[in-house]
């Protein structure tokens, strides 16, 4: 599998373009954002845009993967809402006549969860973690609301409804011969963020443990101290393959220097204003240029160091 991947790794992006938020919808004939494409046998993914949701892109702007076996299909996110479901699911019928056996939620968040109720229809379980179907529960009205925002009419048949099956360390899928393992490695980007890890295959779909593209967004509830150790837990996988929460297929050494690098910089800078007295005011103002290629910087890059000063105050 190593000689494989190597060898596919130079071709990865072969029929994915790069990210570009600027594109409105690259798939005009579909509610998804973009067609699913062949990550490496068997591992398919519509790549989202890496723009924040809006009408054009139906909410598709997160990684939407499905895993073809012998004995049926495994989905990783259920989409944003009703209708890009079922557009997904559309696409795994054009390329596998085999059935979609279980549906992964990534984490609680709208574009990852929404859709959970057209998958539920056609007889499929939901699979997340325990504190994923906390945040859905609980913050139900939410996520519906601000989805119904901006998909106006896209929106029609979107329900909120819980996970099936939840799980608090792993959840392990045989299925066609293949090990499927849902997994939880501890605290991330948000509460019940899973990676969904093939270890024969040496992929791994990784969720938002990991980020390039676009710079990675924290919030309120992130525990960024913690992610950076999650995050050694994830490179312990040794993943040759990463498909990630959003931006197209890449490796580890891209990931990393995107996400734990990213973090544990901004934690730095923040750390250096706290020991001389600083104030958030400067904590929007600490320099992240090295990263201002990434798509979303101009939203996010200030209100990421404004996050994280308040939260180190308290650390």
């Known amino acids: 599998m190593k000689r494989l ?7 990865l992006f072969a029929g994915i373009a790069l990210a570009d938020q600027s594109i409105p919808d690259k798939y005009p004939e579909s509610v998804l954002y973009d067609a699913p494409r062949e990550v490496i ?6 790549i989202g845009a890496t723009a924040p949701p809006t009408y054009e892109n139906s909410g598709h702007n997160n990684n939407l993967s499905f895993i073809i076996t012998p004995d049926g299909v495994v989905v990783v996110n259920a989409g944003a809402c009703y209708k890009l479901a079922a557009a997904l699911h559309e696409e795994i019928r054009r390329v596998t006549d085999q059935p979609v056996r279980y549906v992964i939620l990534e984490n609680g968040q709208g ?19 325990i504190d994923a179907a906390k945040e859905i529960e609980e ?13 106006k ?3 029609e048949g979107t329900e909120v409804v819980l996970p ?21 490695l ?9 990676q969904v890890w093939l270890p024969e295959q040496k992929l791994v779909i990784s969720g938002d443990m990991a980020f390039h593209q676009r710079l990675l967004p924290i919030f309120e ?21 990463v498909i990630p929460g959003h931006g197209v297929p890449t490796n580890v050494k891209v990931v990393t220097r995107y996400t734990q690098d990213y973090l544990t910089f901004l934690r730095g800078e923040v750390q250096k204003l706290l020991d001389e007295g600083g104030t958030l005011d400067d904590a929007y103002k600490i320099d992240q240029s090295a990263y201002s290629d990434l798509d979303t910087f101009d939203e996010l890059a200030a209100r990421n160091a404004g996050i994280v000063f308040t939260a180190m105050e308290f650390e």
């Open 5 to 11: 991947a190597a060898a596919l790794l130079p071709f």
């Open 186 to 194: 501890g605290p991330g980007h948000s509460p019940g963020d899973i």
């Open 221 to 241: 509830n992130t525990d960024t101290k913690a992610w950076i150790e999650t995050y050694d837990r994830f490179l312990a996988l040794e993943p040759e393959v």
């Open 41 to 46: 046998p068997g591992v398919w993914s519509a």
């Open 153 to 155: 009419d896209k929106a």
């Open 111 to 129: 574009h990852a969860a929404l859709g959970s109720n057209y998958w539920k229809q056609q007889g499929v379980p939901v699979v997340a973690h």
């Open 139 to 151: 913050g139900a009205f939410g996520l519906l609301n601000r989805m119904e925002g901006y998909n």
């Open 164 to 184: 099936d099956i939840t799980f608090e360390d792993e959840y392990i899928i045989e299925l066609g011969g293949m090990r499927i393992e849902a997994l939880y």
